[in-house]
């Protein structure tokens, strides 16, 4: 588990394809640090298993599944990820409870500075529409954020200067894909009504049947 606060912004060093499978290796100062292999490290919002861990970089296997599933089957040398050690009983919950488990792709629209603000707009494909709400949280690129702005295909998502400086964010391009995942609050709270409000239509009515309300 991770709190989508980013720690560092790492480089890609090497990409070796191993099959439809491969193997990243990453370069990294702070992450390293206290990580033994077999212990998660959060890549742009993927939980990774980190393995042959030096003074200065991991390397991870990354799944055909999660190539195609996330960004990182676009990842090449020299590629910024943002990286993130996963909690301990005494962290901080400073973002929001991010698992590192992407549930879509979507696509970096475009970023607009307002004094030392960034306002940043994201695409988003339909299966995340019914997760994202004015005001709740979001995991982009493995970012903890909060929507700012919602319409039918986009959000937007107001950034800090830091974040902004020590993210991926600054790098991304309109069109770029970017690795979304939803509050996981968000589906079990959707599960649970489904229990309960099986092939219906959800209304107050219904919620307030189901013992919601």
Request: with cysteine; net charge negative.
């Amino acid at each position: 588990m991770f709190t989508g606060l980013i720690e560092e912004l790492g480089r890609v060093r090497t990409v070796e394809r191993k099959g439809e499978n491969a193997r990243i290796v990453i370069e990294a100062n702070t992450v390293v640090e206290g990580t033994a292999s077999g212990d998660s490290i959060s890549v742009n919002g993927v939980c990774l298993t980190a393995l042959d861990i030096g003074k200065d970089s991991f390397a991870a296997d990354v799944s055909r599944e999660t190539l195609v599933r996330s960004t990182l089957g676009g990842l090449a040398p020299g590629s910024a990820v943002n990286l993130e050690r996963a909690v301990t009983p005494s962290t901080r919950l400073g973002g929001h409870i991010v698992q590192g488990h992407v549930d879509a792709r979507g696509a970096f629209l475009g970023a607009e500075k307002i004094d030392d603000f960034w306002t940043v707009r994201i695409g988003f494909p339909p299966e995340m529409a019914q997760y994202l709400v004015f005001k709740g949280s979001v995991a982009v690129e493995g970012i903890s954020l909060t929507v700012a702005s919602l319409a039918d295909a986009h959000f937007e998502i107001a950034v800090i200067p830091k974040t902004w400086q020590f993210t991926n964010l600054s790098s991304l391009k309109p069109g770029d894909p970017v690795n979304l995942e939803a509050d996981v609050i968000a589906k079990y709270v959707e599960r649970m009504i489904q229990a309960r409000v099986p092939d219906s239509r959800i209304t107050m009515e219904t919620l307030e049947k189901a013992g919601f309300v």
